[in-house]
């Protein structure tokens, strides 16, 4: 298939389009770089042994993407082009409510015009809210978020279910994930925020790579068996490779499907600080700070879904997202 990825330069996308290629399929990437850098593109090529068709192109450019669409034959598209920080989304939500609601626009837009029916989305798990309890099921309620930024997942959840009740032909999968963490095992691609890291395993791997001095975690007094947040933590590869799915799970298909891509078990953040350290034989500096605001205590997924319907599971463990992080961080910036 002849694939667009939108975004396909950042840290999900760059190992989706690793896993495309590999599995024999066309990716084209559509990246503005606004959180990517350039030799993402060579590294892919280093990984694979083929170059992806690159377009440093901002989504919203709807006369843009119509080029793109004249100069191949898409069959589907994945989009994970967003902004996606929390916080930084409160700060400036007008800036993120457009870029990816107008992205997502744009883009339905455009492949109205040219036919094409495959749509495979980036969601989160922040479209579960404050109050479902876990491990999160697909037909709870989503529709609920803490941040702008959860909510523009939330609306372009609801604007693709409208778009297909409007075109039956059409499929849209809402891929909701999880945490993920980990890099490629060739260390040449991973997650590289540009400023301090907010998530959590980039900003380990900047702690032991000596960038930063120590980890605050944020509250050691929630309601959990060691005190700090739970979450469900899986492979980036794994992630990946569960849109390969989706993709042959849509082929055949219409219709809006909700589909979780999680492990099905939480890990505290203790516990996955005491996975790296055992993982690479490091002692990673630590304290104990307030809680941030806006986390929950716990979620993960109920992860059956995604077996049942795309035949996908996460396979690696918490110490290979751990070895793979730390991999990539060590030599990230190099
Ligand atoms: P990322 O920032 O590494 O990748 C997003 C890419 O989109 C970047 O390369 C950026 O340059 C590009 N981009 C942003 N706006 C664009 C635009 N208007 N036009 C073209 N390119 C644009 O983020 P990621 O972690 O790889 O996330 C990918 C997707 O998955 C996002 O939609 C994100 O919201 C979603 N998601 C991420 C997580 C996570 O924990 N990383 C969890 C749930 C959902
Ligand atoms: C994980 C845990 C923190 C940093 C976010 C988004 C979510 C999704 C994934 C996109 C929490 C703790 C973190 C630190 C810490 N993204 N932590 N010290 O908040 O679960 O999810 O990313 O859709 O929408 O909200 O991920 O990696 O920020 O935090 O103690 O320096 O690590 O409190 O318990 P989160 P995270």
Not at 8 to 18: D, F, N, R
Not at 57 to 65: A, E, F, P, T
Not at 119 to 141: C, D, L, Q, R, W
Not at 208 to 231: S, W
Request: net charge negative; hydrophobic share 40%; charged share 20%.
């Amino acid at each position: 298939m002849n694939v667009l990825v939108t975004g396909g330069a950042g840290y999900i996308g760059s190992h989706t389009v690793v896993e495309l290629i590999n599995a024999g399929h066309n990716a084209i990437i559509v990246d503005d770089l606004s959180n990517a850098k350039a030799d993402v593109v060579d590294r892919i090529q280093t990984i694979t042994g083929t170059r992806p068709v690159f377009y440093e192109l901002d989504c919203k450019n709807i006369d843009g993407l119509r080029s793109v669409f004249s100069a191949h034959k898409i069959d589907a598209i994945i989009h994970f082009a967003a902004f996606k920080a929390v916080g930084e989304s409160v700060k400036k939500p007008l800036q993120y409510y457009r870029n990816n609601l107008d992205s997502t626009f744009a883009l339905l837009e455009v492949m109205e015009e040219f036919g094409c029916k495959k749509f495979i989305f980036s969601s989160s798990a922040t479209v579960y809210g404050p109050n479902n309890p876990h491990p999160y099921k697909e037909e709870m309620p989503a529709i609920q978020s803490s941040s702008p930024y959860g909510w523009t997942k939330v609306m372009i959840e609801r604007i693709l279910t409208d778009y297909v009740t409007a075109h039956p032909d059409f499929c849209a999968v809402l891929l909701r994930y999880f945490n993920p963490i980990g890099a490629h095992e060739s260390g040449l691609l991973g997650d590289d925020p540009n400023g301090i890291p907010n998530n959590l395993m980039p900003y380990i791997g900047r702690v032991a790579a000596g960038q930063l001095e120590k980890l605050t975690i944020f509250g050691g007094d929630y309601p959990t068996p060691d005190g700090t947040c739970q979450r469900d933590y899986l492979h980036v590869v794994d992630l990946a490779v569960g849109h390969l799915k989706a993709l042959e799970f849509a082929k055949d298909r219409e219709g809006a499907e909700a589909i979780n891509l999680g492990t099905g078990n939480g890990i505290s953040v203790l516990e996955l600080v005491n996975a790296f350290n055992k993982a690479n034989d490091m002692d990673l500096p630590y304290v104990i700070g307030p809680r941030r605001d806006g986390d929950l205590p716990a979620f993960w997924a109920d992860a059956e879904k995604a077996k049942n319907l795309l035949g996908w599971e996460a396979t690696h463990t918490v110490e290979d997202m751990c070895r793979s992080a730390w991999q990539f961080a060590k030599n990230a910036g190099k």
